[in-house]
T-cell receptor, first 113, second 114 residues
Framework: DTGVSQNPRHKITKRGQNVTFRCDPI?????LYWYRQTLGQGPEFLTY????????KSRLLSDRFSAERPKGSFSTLEIQRTEQGDSAMYLC???????????FGPGTRLTVL | TQLLEQSPQFLSIQEGENLTVYCNSS?????LQWYRQEPGEGPVLLVT?????EVKKLKRLTFQFGDARKDSSLHITAAQPGDTGLYLC??????????????FGQGTTLQVKP
């Protein structure tokens, strides 16, 4: 069990550029979540996958954001036309179905200049 | 909308002191979790409390779930510099059709000085 991994750990980009983050969940976990955390705040839910199906999206997820989990394993989160307000830590978590505990990855820190 | 409010937001204490962090809501949660997060890392799960009135201990940390399942507390005895970090409470959003998404409090930043 290698835990949840995320890549890259840090990303610095210029406003208007597109960025993509990857999350590899714990192998048996079919539930996958993306959260966003800004400095001094708790994480906020963005979206949820059960296997390859995206079942819930937050209103925080504007049309510039898209997430996929094509084979029910790893997931990607893409942000198009980044804005300075997108600067945050993007966290991925996974869990087993019906299980309370979510296990978080180390996050991807995005800085938009 | 379910909200979780944590207090205090910041706490700076000397090594050896005791402290309590509170997590309150006007809504009922089926369970509450406590996480600890270090700078630049993801949250690490400490404990899950499920039953109203439940008390769980993890070494010097004591977690309590309120009888009505609307609040929780974390008590640390004889704090050590290694306890420094951001403590987050999180509850499962019961309005989300069993997706299991979590609602987090804003966190309590704890600094323990040697």
């Amino acid at each position: 069990d290698t835990g949840v991994s995320q890549n890259p750990r840090h990303k610095i980009t210029k406003r208007g550029q597109n960025v993509t983050f990857r999350c590899d969940p714990i192998s048996e976990h079919n539930r996958l979540y993306w959260y966003r955390q800004t400095l001094g705040q708790g994480p906020e839910f963005l979206t949820y996958f059960q296997n390859e199906a995206q079942l819930e999206k937050s209103r925080l997820l504007s049309d510039r954001f898209s997430a996929e989990r094509p084979k029910g394993s790893f997931s990607t989160l893409e942000i198009q036309r980044t804005e300075q307000g997108d600067s945050a830590m993007y966290l991925c978590a996974s869990s087993l179905p019906g299980w309370n505990e979510q296990f978080f990855g180390p996050g991807t820190r995005l800085t938009v200049l | 909308t379910q909200l979780l409010e944590q207090s205090p937001q910041f706490l700076s204490i000397q090594e050896g002191e005791n402290l309590t962090v509170y997590c309150n809501s006007s809504s009922v949660f089926s369970s509450l979790q406590w996480y600890r997060q270090e700078p630049g890392e993801g949250p690490v799960l400490l404990v899950t409390v499920v039953t109203g009135g439940e008390v769980k201990k993890l070494k010097r940390l004591t977690f309590q779930f309120g009888d009505a399942r609307k609040d929780s507390s974390l008590h640390i005895t004889a704090a050590q510099p290694g306890d420094t970090g951001l403590y987050l409470c999180a509850g499962r959003d019961i309005g989300s059709s069993n997706t299991g998404k979590l609602i987090f409090g804003q966190g309590t930043t704890l600094q323990v000085k040697p």
